[in-house]
């Protein structure tokens, strides 16, 4: 049995599926409940719902429907949520009769490496002229996210932007020339400069073009709040307002922005929690 199914089994055994005289019936998939984990919430309903909602995290998080009695719902545990019992809600309406449920999260804690980097060190003490430009991409960014799609852009399984295996951890605490900063909030693919990059799933581009800190850089929004970040681009083959389809490319690997070397970086956004991004894969893979 793998992992996220034991889990699924698991959660089903200590009752955290929840049910109500009206029936929401709540089950979990999930690699692991931790810091930057990702969550998929299958809530299967007695009768069809005419709405259903959503809350986890103290954030709305968008269901959307798989069929007339059963919905879905991605849910982020953003890498610095503490540990202990989340409670997340369900209120559904069938014919403006309001059904509910509510089943609780136990987030275990996880351990994050640190890293120690050596970079340019304009890219840890930025230079007074760049600040500005630093401080505008920073908002932007942070703005791109609370702008999803409001419908489901993307299809059931993630797939990997480039060849390999990851070789920087998701969470790390991350050390650049003997400083501090944030912690790693992606996960890093070390390719060569040139290979082809993929989107991930499919979506509509958000933002193409050279930030500071992240070079090169793609996001993808790929709906009701999830979204991709590629970063350190050498080349970007793909515009701000177009579509793009899982598989398709949308740039090629580099070394633009702060980094030791050519790799990618590929981030996840979920309702604005940090997730790491093989916990998707892990979860919404092309057979699941």
Do not use: C
């Amino acid at each position: 049995m793998g992992r996220a199914l034991a889990l699924t089994v698991a959660a089903l055994l200590a009752g955290a599926s929840a049910y109500t005289a009206d029936a929401i019936r709540v089950t979990t998939h999930a690699r692991a409940i931790e810091p930057g984990e990702m969550v998929e919430l299958t809530a299967i309903t007695a009768e069809p719902l005419d709405t259903l909602h959503v809350r986890a995290f103290d954030r709305d998080v968008a269901a959307y429907r798989i069929d007339a009695l059963t919905w879905q719902a991605l849910v982020g545990i953003d890498l610095a949520t503490k540990v202990g019992s989340y409670a997340v809600s369900f209120e559904g309406l069938s014919s403006g009769r309001s059904v509910t449920a509510t089943t609780t999260l136990q987030v275990r804690p996880h351990a994050f490496t640190t890293r120690v980097l050596r970079v340019d060190d304009a890219y840890v003490n930025p230079p007074p002229p760049v600040i500005d430009r630093i401080t505008r991409e920073a908002a932007e960014i942070a703005r791109l996210w609370t702008m999803s799609a409001p419908e489901r852009l993307w299809t059931d399984g993630f797939v990997r932007p480039v060849p390999g295996r990851a070789n920087s951890a998701f969470g790390s605490r991350s050390v650049f020339n003997g400083q501090p900063r944030q912690p790693h909030g992606g996960a890093d693919f070390l390719s060569p400069a040139g290979t082809p990059i993929l989107a991930p799933n499919s979506g509509r581009i958000v933002l193409a073009r050279d930030l500071y800190f992240t070079g090169n850089t793609v996001i993808i929004d790929h709906g009701l709040g999830i979204f991709s970040l590629l970063a350190h681009l050498s080349v970007i083959d793909v515009r701000e307002g177009m579509t793009i389809q899982r598989g398709e490319k949308v740039g090629e690997v580099g070394a633009t922005g702060r980094v030791t070397g050519p790799h990618l970086h590929w981030a996840i956004r979920m309702n604005d929690a940090r997730v790491d991004p093989l916990s998707v894969l892990a979860t919404l893979d092309s057979s699941h």
